[in-house]
């Protein structure tokens, strides 16, 4: 029992977190350890309402009422629409989380076990994970799990000895959740048969973590990425030069600086695409991305065309994308700057497929021709800007102007800077 008070003190030593505390045995001694241990590490407890019914309104109850004795402010909310899945659950209270962290300048803590750890461990050895995938619970770095090395069973003993109250999850007792039935079935067989089983998982998990740490380091040192938005781009040629292991290894930290998390299947597809695709090639990916080959690169990015900014006026300042627009007397030395007249409403919006412009002194042309001409790599394609007189396309900054943004007329002209500052 001592040492979960001790670990959590270790844990938020020099650290500014948010409880995650949903009501259950785990969490409610997370927060009664921390506030009594480590009550200046703590910015707000964290709680979120999920809408699944009556034990749901309890637990969320049941939080504010012992974080209020423990003089910890509660930050909470609610679920907009129910959720159906564990994944959508998740996904719901991730953003929550991750929002209040943001807000509060912390990192999230929750109350991960060693015996959630060795659970997860299994089940992505299960489902055919990598060496990323099996670091499960150990591997990311932005999470504060301070119970990681403490076990269910002391957990519940620190619980009973402080006289906790906590709410049980219905869903704890389904069956057709996969970790219940690992839990509950799959690991107590195994242990019958291996009682070292669940401290080799953990000790795999361990080796995976410091792997996985190893090829982030080795990414970023030595690939050279360029990462646009959700959009990252790697040189062919580069990872030409690695086998087909050790590609297996390098491309899920690439494609999460995108935020793809790859699966076994878009692992092999990716090995196999490096070695054998032409340009304009691509492949999907899972969660709807996409790999392209692009000009001696290789790009992975959201599949078809992102959601893009509202077309909006163009004025002094404004932003679209990765792109800053400034008003300015000095003259039109690039194509980064035009004359644009007056008179006609002014507008700047992100490029979308089918629009055209007439270059100065030319024929109507694509502007996805005239950004691939002037070789503008297609993740930064995607939101790159085009600017409007009226209807119609006057200026890709930094590719092509039109005759209206290019010659003086004698007519009324303001003059426009664009700068990437996405670089």
């Known amino acids: 029992m001592d040492d979960l008070?001790?670990?959590?003190?270790?844990?938020?030593?020099?650290?500014?977190?948010?409880?995650?505390?949903?009501?259950?045995?785990?969490?409610?001694?997370?927060?009664?350890?921390?506030?009594?241990?480590?009550?200046?590490?703590?910015?707000?407890?964290a709680c979120f309402d999920h809408g699944t019914g009556p034990h749901a309104r309890r637990a969320f109850a049941l939080v504010r009422r012992s974080a209020a004795r423990l003089g910890a402010e509660v930050v909470s909310a609610r679920a907009a629409t129910v959720g159906r899945t564990e994944a959508e659950w998740r996904a719901q209270r991730w953003s929550f989380l991750r929002r209040v962290a943001e807000e509060r300048g912390a990192q999230v803590a929750t109350a991960h076990t060693r015996d959630d750890q060795v659970e997860t461990v299994l089940m992505r050895i299960m489902?055919?994970?990598?060496?990323?995938?099996?670091a499960a619970l150990a591997a990311d770095g932005q999470v504060v799990r301070p119970l990681l090395d403490v076990g269910r069973f002391e957990v519940?003993?620190?619980?009973?000895?402080?006289?906790?109250?906590?709410?049980?999850?219905?869903?704890?007792?389904?069956?057709?959740?996969?970790?219940?039935?690992?839990?509950?079935?799959?690991?107590?067989?195994?242990?019958?048969?291996?009682?070292?089983?669940?401290?080799?998982?953990?000790?795999?998990?361990d080796r995976a973590a410091l792997l996985r740490a190893e090829v982030e380091l080795f990414v970023d040192r030595e690939l050279a990425l360029a990462v646009r938005g959700e959009a990252v781009l790697v040189a062919r040629e580069m990872m030409l030069r690695y086998d087909a292991q050790a590609l297996a290894l390098l491309w899920p930290a690439i494609a999460a600086r995108a935020g793809v998390t790859?699966?076994?299947?878009?692992?092999?597809?990716?090995?196999?695409?490096?070695?054998?695709?032409r340009?304009?090639?691509?492949?999907?990916?899972?969660?709807g991305f996409e790999a392209i080959a692009h000009r001696g690169s290789i790009v992975v990015r959201r599949g078809g065309i992102a959601a893009q900014p509202e077309e909006q006026g163009l004025a002094n300042g404004i932003r679209i994308g990765g792109f800053r627009f400034d008003e300015g007397d000095a003259g039109v030395s690039s194509l980064w700057s035009a004359r644009l007249p007056t008179e006609q409403r002014l507008t700047v919006r992100a490029w979308r497929p089918g629009d055209r412009m007439v270059p100065a002194g030319g024929e109507a042309r694509r502007v996805k021709g005239l950004l691939r001409d002037a070789g503008v790599d297609a993740a930064s394609r995607v939101e790159w800007p085009v600017v409007l007189a009226d209807d119609v396309i006057v200026w890709v900054p930094g590719v092509r102007r039109s005759s209206a943004a290019s010659a003086r007329s004698g007519r009324p002209v303001v003059t426009y800077h664009c700068e990437r500052i996405d670089r």
Do not use: Q
Request: aromatic share 4%; charged share 30%; hydrophobic share 45%.
């Open 5 to 45: 008070p001790l670990a959590v003190a270790n844990a938020l030593r020099a650290r500014r977190v948010i409880l995650a505390v949903s009501g259950g045995r785990d969490s409610m001694s997370l927060m009664h350890a921390a506030l009594r241990r480590a009550p200046e590490a703590v910015a707000c407890v």
């Open 262 to 277: 790859l699966d076994r299947r878009g692992t092999d597809r990716l090995v196999e695409f490096t070695t054998g695709e």
């Open 127 to 134: 489902r055919g994970a990598g060496a990323r995938g099996i």
């Open 279 to 287: 340009n304009g090639a691509r492949v999907p990916l899972s969660g």
């Open 156 to 205: 519940a003993s620190y619980a009973r000895a402080k006289r906790l109250a906590w709410v049980e999850d219905p869903g704890n007792r389904r069956a057709d959740h996969l970790r219940n039935r690992v839990r509950r079935d799959l690991l107590p067989a195994i242990a019958r048969a291996d009682p070292a089983f669940a401290s080799d998982l953990t000790r795999l998990g």
